[in-house]
Each structure stands twice: as C-alpha cells, then as structure tokens.
Antibody, heavy 119, light 110 residues
Framework: QVQLVQSGAEVKKPGASVKVSCKAS????????VHWVRQAPGQGLEWVGW????????SYAQKFQGRVTMTRDTPISTAYMDLSNLRPDDTAVYYC????????????WGQGTTVTVSS | QSALTQPASVSGSPGQSITISCTGT?????????VSWYQQHPGKVPKLMIY???NRPSGVSNRFSGSKSGNTASLTISGLQAEDEADYYC??????????FGGGTRLTVL
C-alpha cells in the first residue's frame, strides 16, 4: 500500500541540527512532490517546504530559508529534511506528505516525527 | 506569506449542517482553484477531505463539500455526526510560497 514512513523521535539541544527521513513505498517516488509540514504543540499546521524528487528542486517557506535543507535519495525512495540552528520554538511534530503536483492536495502523510529542542 | 484566516471554532448539533470559512487574498485562495481541506483528530495525522476547492478523494463521505467565492473558500459538513468532531485546516496554492495553511478551526459536535 502507499505509505510514507518517517524516522523516530529526536531530542536536540538549542543550536544543534536535526535530520528527519521520510521513506516512500507503494508508488513511484519520483512522480510526486514531497512536502514537509510541522505542528507545534497545541498549534496549527505550518508549511515548511517541498522537494521534487525527480529533479531535486526545492522551495522553502521564507521563515525557514537559511536553516532548512531538503534532499532526497532516489534509489531508496527517501526524502530528508535537515533543520539547523535549532531553537526551543522548533519543538514540533514534523510531517512529510506527498502531492501529485505543486497545486494538488496532500493525499498521503507520514506518521510524524516529534522533534524536541531543549537544553 | 500570512496564514489563511479561519474561525477558531464552530459547533453544531448532530444532523445539522455547518460551514467553515477560509479567507485569503487574490494571491492564493482568490487566484487559484487549488484549495484543499484537511481533517485532524487529536493526536492523529491530517487527512485530506477536499482538494481543488470542491473535489472529494475516494472514500471521503459526500457529507463533506467545498466551494469558493472570491477570496473565501468554504467547507460544509451536512448531517453532522459525532465522529466529525475534529480540527479542520484549509490550505491553498500561492503565487509566492506555493503553499499556505489556515490557522485551523475546532469543530465541536454538541
């Protein structure tokens, strides 16, 4: 079945970096965009950015530019989100989700990865 | 890019209909027919309910419908059921950042 499986929870100190993975299965990885969306505790959804696995093209929300890097490893159908210079307010559940194009709805989501930033 | 504007909460009784609004600008909601809606139960992963303003993915109940007028999109849930109680988020394609979410609406079934 079509699914996105994310890596496990992370606990990081302020100033550190975190790399979250998202492994796709059940569909052709390069046919869909992968978006990253985060949700802070008790808060709403916030779009972080996307990567186009076919070409490696990326686009990031202005808020995260300079701190986020999205990459992919197509042979293993896995996308990655690297967030650096972590702050306590980066504490959130990070989701990956796919779309068939830049405009389509996010029809399949990963299970989420909790990232906790605390000294 | 500012978040789309949604009411913080709405409520309705079982069997009734409710509508959740999502207001943006001509650069997002008003400029494209690419509004989607997501349902999220507490502690769960968001689920796509509506895409391209008014289309339902396979498996989503036809009690859920979407529409748009100008810069405001709407999600209507008819025949409210207890299981509909959840948070709902709208999202739109945008000309600048490609994607923006609304702040979310908590639906309470009385």
């Amino acid at each position: 079945q079509v699914q996105l499986v994310q890596s496990g929870a992370e606990v990081k100190k302020p100033g550190a970096s975190v790399k979250v993975s998202c492994k796709a299965s059940g569909y052709t990885f390069t046919d869909y965009y992968v978006h990253w969306v985060r949700q802070a505790p008790g808060q709403g959804l916030e779009w972080v950015g996307w990567i186009k696995p076919h070409t490696g093209a990326t686009s990031y929300a202005q808020k995260f530019q300079g701190r986020v890097t999205m990459t992919r490893d197509t042979p293993i159908s896995t996308a990655y989100m690297d967030l650096s210079n972590l702050r306590p307010d980066d504490t959130a559940v990070y989701y990956c989700a796919r779309t068939a194009s830049l405009s389509y709805g996010m029809d399949v989501w990963g299970q989420g990865t909790t990232v906790t930033v605390s000294s | 890019q500012s978040a789309l504007t949604q009411p913080a909460s709405v409520s309705g009784s079982p069997g009734q209909s409710i509508t959740i609004s999502c207001t943006g600008t001509s650069s997002d909601v008003g400029g494209y027919n690419y509004v989607s809606w997501y349902q999220q139960h507490p502690g769960k992963v968001p689920k796509l309910m509506i895409y391209d303003v008014s289309n339902r993915p396979s498996g989503v109940s036809n009690r859920f419908s979407g529409s748009k007028s100008g810069n405001t999109a709407s999600l209507t849930i008819s025949g409210l059921q207890a299981e509909d109680e959840a948070d709902y988020y709208c999202s739109s394609y945008t000309s600048s950042t490609y994607r923006v979410f609304g702040g979310g609406t908590r639906l309470t079934v009385l």
